[in-house]
């Protein structure tokens, strides 16, 4: 095999340019407009991640303070309970008669079941309480997105 030798024309100073040396140069402006572009859709994403990020911090911000609450709640209803078992324990050994014990124990079922129905009602008072705060930066977030939208 022999090699082939292609001599290129050199353009020269002093002539104009020819339509392929411009040609060659339009792409750049282009290319640049395209580097700035992706640039502002980066910096675009990156405010929307951030603005999620915030978003997110304070929705399990609040639901750890809306938690913590309602788990402080339920130790305290524990320790009543416990409390109530106990005062109910000591009435029972204080009953001089199986009548007076079969009442006493029938008015401590009852007052404990009173007591647990409240208890279940500010429980699940305090789990709405929960998904509300939870869900509030969620909603506000979503509605300042869809503002922007419009």
């Known amino acids: 095999m022999t090699a082939t030798v292609t ?10 340019p020819s339509a392929t040396a411009a040609t ?10 395209w580097v700035e572009h992706g640039f502002v859709q980066m910096k675009e994403a990156q405010e929307d991640a951030l603005g999620a ?3 997110v911090t304070q929705m399990c911000s609040k639901a750890a303070r809306a938690s913590t609450a309602c788990h402080l709640r339920m ?6 309970n ?5 005062g109910l324990w000591r009435e029972l ?14 008015d401590g079922a009852r007052r404990q079941a009173d007591a647990a ?4 009602r500010e429980l699940s008072g ?4 929960l998904a509300t705060e939870t869900a509030e930066p969620i909603s506000a977030n979503l509605t300042r997105v869809l503002q922007q939208a419009a």
């Open 7 to 16: 001599h290129l024309p050199i353009p020269e100073a002093n002539t104009a």
């Open 126 to 129: 305090l789990a709405g309480k």
């Open 53 to 55: 990020l915030d978003t």
């Open 24 to 33: 060659m140069v339009e792409p750049v402006p282009l290319v640049t407009e």
């Open 93 to 106: 050994m204080t009953a001089q008669t199986v009548a007076q014990f079969v009442a006493t124990s029938t």
């Open 75 to 80: 130790v305290e209803m524990a320790y009543a």
């Open 117 to 120: 129905a409240a208890q279940l």
């Open 82 to 86: 416990a409390d109530a078992v106990f």
